[in-house]
T-cell receptor, first 115, second 113 residues
Framework: KAGVTQTPRYLIKTRGQQVTLSCSPI?????VSWYQQTPGQGLQFLFE???????NKGNFPGRFSGRQFSNSRSEMNVSTLELGDSALYLC??????????????FGPGTRLLVL | QQQVKQSPQSLIVQKGGISIINCAYE??????FPWYQQFPGKGPALLIA?????SEKKEGRFTISFNKSAKQFSLHIMDSQPGDSATYFC????????????FGKGTKLTVNP
């Protein structure tokens, strides 16, 4: 079974630009969460999607947005990039929410560098 | 507000030794506590997880100890190997369908041969 895939793996942008990152979850998984990982702040939750609906959102500015498609694939977008947005962006998929916790499986991440 | 505090930041042990990483949480609603292992250039991978109704869970050389009253949990790696050298993250989340994981800051483990 293929794991979570993220594209692109590496990205260099300049301040003010916007960027779109893509995530394909494990087949059969319907929930996708996004995290930002930086050396200073560690792993921070961005948002979570299930059935094309955002169910949860972390404490990030509105420049960070996302969406999920009917095939469960997800994209996140960052507009008006700032230097501080340089980070590893991780996508995690799970079967979906429910009464029991579902294991989240992470992709390899997209390394974004903002110059 | 850091909801999950992890220590130490870095840890160096000799091959064959025991590695111990500790985490403390504040939110008593947390009811699922996974540990993730991350190698450079890779995403975090689930290592082992525990729920608060269990005080200890063991999988191979990895053991989670959980102290609900103290709101603490720890990861023990027995017979540590150089291949265990990685960054370890504890995490916590709330039952009820929330997919949000709250992570500790991570511990960089180095196992010397």
């Amino acid at each position: 079974k293929a794991g979570v895939t993220q594209t692109p793996r590496y990205l260099i942008k300049t301040r003010g630009q916007q960027v779109t990152l893509s995530c394909s979850p494990i087949s059969g998984h319907r929930s996708v969460s996004w995290y930002q990982q930086t050396p200073g702040q560690g792993l921070q939750f961005l948002f979570e999607y299930f059935s094309e609906t955002q169910r949860n959102k972390g404490n990030f500015p509105g420049r960070f947005s996302g969406r999920q498609f009917s095939n469960s694939r997800s994209e996140m977008n960052v507009s008006t990039l700032e230097l501080g947005d340089s980070a590893l962006y991780l996508c995690a998929s799970s079967r979906g929410p429910g009464g029991l916790q579902e294991t989240q499986y992470f992709g390899p991440g997209t390394r974004l560098l903002v110059l | 507000q850091q909801q999950v505090k992890q220590s130490p930041q870095s840890l160096i042990v000799q091959k064959g030794g025991i590695s111990i990483i500790n985490c403390a949480y504040e939110n008593t609603a947390f009811d699922y506590f996974p540990w993730y292992q991350q190698f450079p250039g890779k995403g975090p991978a689930l290592l082992i997880a525990i729920r608060p109704d269990v005080s200890e869970k063991k999988e191979g050389r990895f053991t989670i100890s959980f102290n609900k009253s103290a709101k603490q949990f720890s990861l023990h790696i027995m017979d540590s190997q150089p291949g265990d050298s990685a960054t370890y993250f504890c995490a916590a989340t709330v039952q009820g369908g929330s997919e949000k994981l709250v992570f500790g800051k991570g511990t960089k483990l180095t196992v010397n041969p």
